[in-house]
């Protein structure tokens, strides 16, 4: 079995690993970061978006509002390239809690959070879509961030400093050696290999497995999956972050997204990370309550749903979701006698970089390392591996570039083949079981109303053409990636969307019979009954 | 707005498979026609007129022989709208719908008990009825296995003919790929800009002269879908004698040129029988007058027209077609506001995974009719005397899945026409 040699294993490329590797790799510590499926593949691609200014939490947790305010200042600072510096406001309508409303002011206050009153005429003015019925409005320091950039951009400084990365691989068991973690073993799902990875520390970044994770190696962690679904809209419906200014509740927070909108979020309970995926009865949800805010909500185009996994920490046998802490979990496992194996779970997009701050202490002074955190001040360089995922940087990038051979392969988001061929470039192999799915990770592909129906064939013939898929393998990851667009997909289809459903339905099973199996039956054409 | 003072015999609402099958059919039995409907499915058609090809869809069990299949899901699903017509009924439908095209330029084939294996696109291999003349070749040289070349072009996207080598590799070995410029084509082409191109005949014969280094041991050419706008078979008859090959055309990614070859055809063709046609217009507004005649606003604004029918023939498919619309709670057809047979809710429309092998409830839904294809109202009876459906908006059937999309318009068109005009 191959072996390889690392001081650090990071385990989980979120937001909070890839972190945590840049962090590491600015201290000159050499680490190794190992992820299951690809780069933001959990919570950390399953959310907002929203860097909070703390003023969502100054009610609830005001510890979570203050690490807000102070996070979300050093993001704009260090990584302006993946922040759009919208500002935000919260909005009360006629029905909400007036107590709550009266008392927001005083809560900001108490955490230093910035906030504003507006008049409420004002706050139609500088965003036309609200509700005609507002009793307050507020603004409010929030933003809104891309976490795939972030991520990349932090993955992509760690390898500069001489950091290695894998994706596709899954930890499938620990070796332990006494009271330490000797190997961690992996399956790489691209190949099917196994593999060990020898380190000093092991960190458990894996979020929402976390819990799986350690049990691998011997530890316990007690965490409550809480699911939460979002919606996509076609069009960018507000200027800013819009909160609904209440107790938290399904539909609260709409967040601009480059030319979409990102409306959400519910709240359920499931039993296993790997169930999550948005439901039409969230969908529902979602749309009820949060057009008494901004009505057009009602009737606008929506693209798409999808849903991330919140992994609540609990001790004892707590049961409602959001009452359990939102701040972030840092466990050193010595307590379940094994001393090289750390964990961080929990927290938000906003901490992200405060978490691995944490978890680098630790690292470094197991690990005896005096080398200080240089991530609140030190800029993130931007990145060809995070440029792509920019709304209107592949169409911004084919204009400048004049190639009359550059064909548009993605014609929602107008993304070229010179650009997927970059893409594939800062992909270095690990492809995972769809290059497609990797690909649309990494940009906007799929991402349009015709979510990959037909980018995806395009892009397929792309991939045959430059050798990167042979035999079947081109359908059978073509067929995946639609396949996982469509979990977004399904829960939204009325209306317009329906529409293209059916024409993508009438093109994969109609026109390409691509729903049959195409590998046992290529020779009984001409066979009779 | 104008208004048309004529009073027609039939309004066909529709203009994809369905509706174009329905103008023709009444107005070859001389009646009075008017056509109104935005641009269907035939637009974004393969050219390839399935008849019936799997069943049960759970199965994903292939046919070759389509009778023998609308026997099978006759007998499974008696609601099926092969449920209510006679073999003849379909026969003759196919061969007079395709017998009008093969008279407009646009000659179909196919075998009589069988259906035919075509390479798609994507490099799959599909079961269908009757084919363009222009892609015959294709299935044969399948069929046969035989040493053949598929040829594509720099700037032509979506359309690769590696793809279509390598899915087909332990198929079809001897099957090989060229991609080469495309004669005075630069930067992105598109299929109907590279038909019009093959128009003339000095394009074709550089076009040869490219690829005839790279096809000299095999028997067979194919290309994607460009040979020729309006006349196709003229295109690759000059090419066969060009080449001293056979050549053939696997339809493009849709749009693909089929769809307008098609619509061309139709377009030519329903005038020149007497058909009224208000092409790109919805109708907006139906009411009932006395005597029981339809009186229908087609078109919005200042292009509104007005028009008076004694009967109609719903052909405004499902979704795709707009023929059923759906809000967040229910689906609801468009123009007469029959009512749709449908899952419960939303939550029952599609299945969680979008290739299910059992395909999508929302795709069996539609509006029921009689045996006389004439739509129940809530009562469960007709609607009304002088409104027939037919087409992709029917119930109980799932086209996409079963592959008989263009057979079943056809066929319910041929016999919503000949009850109506009863």
Known sequence: MKRLQTRVLILGGGATGTGLARDLALRGVQCLLAERRDINAGASGGNHGLLHSGARYVASDVEAAVECREEGAIIKRIAPQCVDDSGGIFVAVQGDDERY?????????????????????????????????????????????????????????????????????????????????????????????????EAEIVVNATGAWAGLVAAMAGAHINILYSSGSLLVTQDRITRRVVNRLRKAADSDILVPGGTVSILGTTSVTINS???CRPTVAETNLIIDDARAMIPVLETTRYIRAYSGVRPLVISGDGSDARSVSRGFSLIDHAQDNVGNFITITGGKLTTYRLMAEKTADVVCEKLGVDAPCLTRTEPLPASSMGKWTEPGRAPKSWIQNRDADDLILCECEMVSKNAIDSIIGNMVGMRGNSMLKAIGLRSRVGKGPCQGGFCGLRITGHLYDQGHVQGGHGITELKSFV??????????????????ADLQEALYCGALDMELDHNTEYFSCEDDE | ???????????VIGAGFAGMAAALFASAQGLRVVQAGATGGIDFSTGFIDLMGVHPVEEGHRWNNPWSAIKAVVRDCPKHPYGLLERREIEESLDIFTGFLTEQGLEYVGRK??????ITPAGTIKRTYRVPRTAWNGS????????????????????SGKQLVETQQHNWPELRSVRIDF???????????????????????????????HAADVEYVGFPAVLGLNDPQKVVTHLEELFGKRIFEIPTLPPSIAGPRLRAVFDRGLPSQGVRTLSQKLVTQVRKMDGGMFQFDVGSGAARVTVVAKAAILATGRFFGKGLWADREKLTESVFGLPVVQPENREGWHRSEFFDPKGHPANTAGIEVDSRFRPLGTSGLPAYENLFAAGAILAHQDWMRMKCGAGLAIATAYKAVEELNK
């Open chain 1, 101 to 197: 409303v009266a008392d927001f002011e005083r809560m900001c206050a108490k955490s230093q959070v910035p906030v504003r009153e507006l008049d409420v005429l004002a706050a139609r003015e500088m965003e036309p879509t609200l509700s005609d019925s507002l009793i307050a409005a507020y603004a409010v320091e929030d933003a809104s961030v891309d976490p795939f950039m972030l991520s990349l951009d932090n993955m992509a400084q760690a390898l500069s400093l001489g950091a290695r990365y894998l994706r596709n691989s899954k930890v499938v068991g620990f070796v332990r050696d006494g009271g330490r973690i000797q190997f961690t073993r992996f399956n790489d799902e691209t190949t099917g290999e196994f593999f060990e990875v």
């Open chain 1, 273 to 275: 990370p790997d169930d």
């Open chain 1, 483 to 500: 396949g996982s667009r469509w979990r977004g997909f399904s829960p939204i289809l009325w209306g317009l969307p329906l529409v293209q």
């Open chain 2, 1 to 11: 707005m104008t208004r048309d003072d004529a009073i027609y015999d039939v309004m």
């Open chain 2, 113 to 118: 008990e069988r259906n035919t294996c075509a």
């Open chain 2, 140 to 159: 044969v040289a399948l069929g046969k296995k035989a040493p053949a070349l598929i040829v594509d072009f720099h700037g032509l996207k979506g359309f």
């Open chain 2, 183 to 213: 004669p005075g084509g630069r930067g992105e082409l598109y299929p109907e800009h590279l038909a019009w191109a093959l128009a003339d005949p000095l394009i074709r014969e550089r076009l040869v002269a490219s690829i005839a280094p």
